[in-house]
């Protein structure tokens, strides 16, 4: 879109403010409001903000910065209309004060390894599938699930008044829902939408968690991205589809007609490339000390570093397609959580497997067995290891890893792996009831 096109869809839309929106180091939306009379400004020098007050940006010494609006991002948002006026939003990109892109913005992390993707000849494309739950508000802290539902059930399922409200206020973002549905566990819902573009997917996904939160607030609920909320019942994950097109023809790098997978040596040296360095990924992919109660076997969450055709207990998995839609044809990574800023999730997983195709990597031979019901021997004879089993864990696997370093950046990278290490200290100070109910009258 031009700047004169925007400016026309905002006089027709009766725009009043706008939102300029981009995410912190976490991943999380904020946003600047401003009127929309200033947005021909705001389209052609940018709108000044102090970076150092934002998780994971900059020194307070090194502070301005200005975010410019991404033209193709604009939307009206369906819940802030009135007859005074609407406001809309763009998603904004981050930069310094030289006019150069500043390096910690997650979005430019991306950017900069679909670059290199293209610089190969290749279209990264995604399609994250995010599950959340919506609990009823009590006042308190208990935790009380909007229904009694089950997989795929609709007798039961209270919430899908609000699942459809999000669908339709999602379609008014642009974005095209495939299918909605409530999940395994109690107050458990997923929402998919079409596949793309890794950026576009990410704009989507990130959106789409903001849309959730706030209609689930119109209905009286509170809807959350957390992986664990609940003991004793399934997780939420965030399983990507991703899958390689040629640029020059349009095909499916991944597709080979004549491998028993269907796949490419394309496909698997990019697959080899995303397990061998998994754990490296990992506390990107599974960002919170919650996100390792979700990854215990037994939750069909995945635990075992291998991959398979149909298996689902394995960490990489390849989903079946029909024969007249080689289009389709992908690989599932299903260790993620919607915890996670989807930006730097996408950058790390492209920029290894990327390094698997440069390395001509190949995986290791496919498990298609249930591998919760291995014991260690069997594991350890296949050679099968685990992902890490804590954020601290993850953080230290992290560290190790220069290809980690390289796909987010010097600047991003010692930030987050900092902020993450204070977090995992103040989680390991904590006395939590479960210890004092297990220990204090015995001890």
Same mark, same amino acid.
């Given at each position: 879109?031009?700047?004169?096109?925007?400016?026309?869809?905002?006089?027709?839309?009766?725009?009043?403010?706008?939102?300029?929106?981009?995410?912190? *180091?976490?991943?999380?939306?904020?946003?600047?409001?401003?009127? %929309?009379?200033?947005?021909?400004?705001? *389209? #052609?020098?940018?709108?000044?903000? #102090?970076?150092?007050? *934002?998780?994971?940006?900059?020194?307070?010494?090194?502070?301005?910065?200005?975010?410019?609006? #991404?033209?193709?991002?604009?939307?009206?948002?369906?819940?802030?209309?009135?007859?005074?006026?609407?406001?809309?939003?763009?998603?904004?990109?981050?930069?310094?004060?030289?006019?150069?892109?500043?390096?910690?913005?997650? !979005?430019?992390?991306?950017?900069?390894?679909?670059?290199?993707?293209?610089?190969?000849?290749?279209?990264?494309?995604?399609?994250?599938?995010?599950?959340?739950?919506?609990?009823?508000?009590?006042?308190?802290?208990?935790?009380?699930?909007? #229904?009694?539902?089950?997989?795929?059930?609709?007798?039961?399922?209270?919430?899908?008044?609000? !699942?459809?409200?999000?669908?339709?206020?999602?379609?008014?973002?642009?974005?095209?829902?495939?299918?909605?549905?409530?999940? =395994?566990?109690?107050?458990?819902?997923?929402?998919?939408?079409?596949?793309?573009? %890794?950026?576009?997917?990410?704009?989507?996904?990130?959106?789409?968690?903001?849309?959730?939160?706030?209609?689930?607030?119109?209905?009286?609920?509170?809807?959350?991205?957390?992986?664990?909320?609940?003991?004793?019942?399934?997780?939420?994950?965030?399983?990507?589809?991703?899958?390689?097109?040629?640029?020059?023809?349009?095909?499916?790098?991944?597709?080979?007609?004549?491998?028993?997978?269907?796949?490419?040596?394309?496909?698997?040296?990019?697959?080899?490339?995303?397990?061998?360095?998994?754990?490296?990924?990992?506390?990107?992919?599974?960002?919170?000390?919650?996100?390792?109660?979700?990854?215990?076997?037994?939750?069909?969450?995945? =635990?075992?570093?291998?991959?398979?055709?149909?298996? !689902?207990?394995?960490?990489? !998995?390849?989903?079946?397609?029909?024969?007249?839609?080689?289009?389709?044809?992908?690989?599932?990574?299903?260790?993620?959580?919607?915890?996670? +800023?989807?930006?730097?999730?996408?950058?790390?997983?492209?920029? =290894?497997?990327?390094?698997?195709?440069?390395?001509?990597?190949?995986?290791?031979?496919? =498990?298609?067995?249930?591998?919760?019901?291995?014991?260690?021997?069997?594991?350890?004879?296949?050679?099968? $290891?685990?992902?890490?089993?804590?954020?601290?864990?993850?953080?230290?696997?992290? $560290?190790?890893?220069?290809?980690?370093?390289?796909?987010?950046?010097?600047?991003?990278? +010692?930030?987050?792996?900092?902020?993450?290490?204070?977090?995992?200290?103040?989680?390991?100070?904590?006395?939590?009831?479960?210890?004092?109910?297990?220990?204090?009258?015995?001890?």
């Amino acid at each position: 879109m031009t700047k004169e096109e925007a400016l026309k869809r905002v006089k027709e839309d009766n725009i009043k403010f706008i939102q300029l929106q981009f995410t912190d *180091i976490f991943g999380i939306v904020k946003s600047i409001t401003i009127p %929309a009379e200033t947005l021909p400004q705001s *389209i #052609d020098s940018g709108n000044w903000f #102090d970076g150092s007050s *934002i998780e994971g940006f900059c020194r307070i010494a090194e502070s301005d910065m200005y975010l410019k609006p #991404d033209l193709d991002t604009y939307n009206v948002i369906p819940w802030l209309q009135s007859p005074d006026g609407n406001t809309a939003r763009f998603i904004c990109d981050i930069y310094n004060p030289d006019g150069t892109p500043f390096e910690g913005d997650p !979005r430019y992390i991306l950017k900069r390894a679909v670059a290199e993707a293209r610089e190969m000849g290749y279209e990264f494309k995604t399609g994250p599938e995010l599950e959340f739950f919506l609990f009823k508000k009590n006042g308190g802290n208990e935790i009380i699930p909007n #229904d009694s539902g089950g997989y795929f059930d609709l007798s039961m399922d209270e919430a899908y008044e609000v !699942r459809r409200e999000i669908t339709i206020a999602l379609e008014k973002f642009g974005i095209e829902v495939e299918a909605s549905h409530h999940e =395994v566990a109690v107050g458990q819902h997923e929402i998919d939408f079409k596949y793309d573009n %890794a950026l576009k997917t990410a704009d989507s996904a990130t959106t789409m968690r903001f849309v959730i939160k706030a209609i689930a607030v119109k209905h009286g609920l509170h809807a959350t991205f957390m992986p664990k909320p609940v003991k004793g019942i399934s997780g939420s994950g965030m399983h990507v589809h991703q899958s390689l097109f040629n640029i020059e023809t349009g095909e499916n790098a991944f597709y080979d007609p004549f491998d028993n997978y269907n796949l490419s040596s394309i496909a698997y040296s990019f697959i080899a490339g995303q397990l061998k360095h998994i754990k490296g990924m990992s506390a990107i992919l599974s960002p919170t000390v919650n996100s390792y109660k979700r990854l215990t076997p037994g939750y069909e969450a995945p =635990v075992y570093i291998s991959w398979a055709k149909n298996n !689902r207990s394995a960490l990489i !998995r390849i989903p079946r397609f029909s024969k007249d839609n080689t289009k389709a044809t992908r690989a599932e990574l299903r260790s993620p959580d919607p915890a996670c +800023n989807i930006y730097l999730s996408f950058a790390v997983m492209l920029k =290894v497997g990327l390094e698997g195709i440069k390395s001509a990597m190949f995986p290791p031979q496919p =498990v298609e067995e249930d591998l919760y019901h291995f014991d260690d021997s069997k594991l350890k004879s296949l050679n099968i $290891e685990t992902l890490p089993g804590s954020l601290w864990e993850a953080l230290k696997e992290m $560290e190790q890893d220069s290809l980690i370093r390289e796909a987010l950046g010097e600047h991003t990278f +010692n930030k987050y792996l900092e902020a993450k290490s204070a977090e995992w200290d103040e989680y390991r100070l904590q006395v939590t009831p479960w210890e004092k109910e297990k220990y204090l009258a015995i001890y």
